[in-house]
Each structure stands twice: as C-alpha cells, then as structure tokens.
C-alpha cells in the first residue's frame, strides 16, 4: 500500500510560480513512477509530468520548459515546481504513483492517487 498527501495548493497571480508537494508512505513506492495529474471541471484527468525510480523525468508538452519534478527521497516527498502559470491551468492537482513513465503520463498506469490539492490561477 502506498500513501499520497499533496499540500501546497492556492491562488496565484497568471505569471506566477507555485510549489506542490507530495508526501509519500509505503514500502514500495520508490519502485513506482511518480507523478502529477490535473483535472478542471468538464475536462478529463492529464498527465502534467512523472519522475521514474532513477530519476528521469518526462513533462507534457504543454509544460515543457516551466515546470520541474524534482524529488527528495530523503524527505520522502515529490514535488512539482510551477512558473509562468496560465488560468486555464487552474486545476485539481493530483499526486500518483504507479507505471507511467513510459509511452506518456496515461491514467491507465496509475496504482495510487493522492486526495488532490487546488491551485488557481486567477488574477
């Protein structure tokens, strides 16, 4: 079993930088790809980036050059560092682990998910 505990959600400004981070507990989750997903209302659940267990990340294109996931295996915990925000990147933001780091960051390899933490972006 593994547990997922996101925090740092909020409202930022457009243009603005925001930190999430996911607390992580179980015994087996640095086998597993790690990751962030996005759902806004009347949209489905995207992948937004994913870290594998050696630590090579993967981004949507959408994302690509100003958001990282780094990770701390000390402290247990993912995050993922957001700049140059849009509105229309207002969003639930949910932390996962699972097997989806390869061919795209698809729901369909999620074993775990975390209860979502809000961001919007909203001037």
């Known amino acids: 079993e593994v547990q997922l505990v996101e925090s740092g959600g909020g409202l930022v400004q457009p243009g603005g930088s925001l930190r999430l981070s996911c607390a992580a507990s179980?015994?087996?989750?640095?086998?597993?790809?790690m990751g962030w997903f996005r759902q806004a209302p009347g949209k489905e659940r995207e992948g937004v980036a994913a870290?594998?267990?050696?630590?090579?990340?993967s981004y949507a294109d959408s994302v690509k050059g100003r958001f990282t996931i780094p990770k701390d295996n000390d402290k247990n915990t993912l995050y993922l560092e957001m700049n140059s925000l849009k509105p229309e990147e207002s969003a639930m933001y949910y932390c996962?682990?699972?097997?989806?780091?390869?061919?795209?960051?698809?729901?369909?390899?999620?074993?775990?998910w975390g209860q979502g933490t809000q961001v919007t972006v909203s001037s």
């Open positions: 870290i594998d267990p050696d630590g090579r990340p």
């Open positions: 179980g015994y087996r989750y640095r086998s597993y790809c």
């Open positions: 996962a682990a699972g097997r989806f780091c390869l061919g795209g960051i698809s729901t369909t390899g999620v074993a775990y």
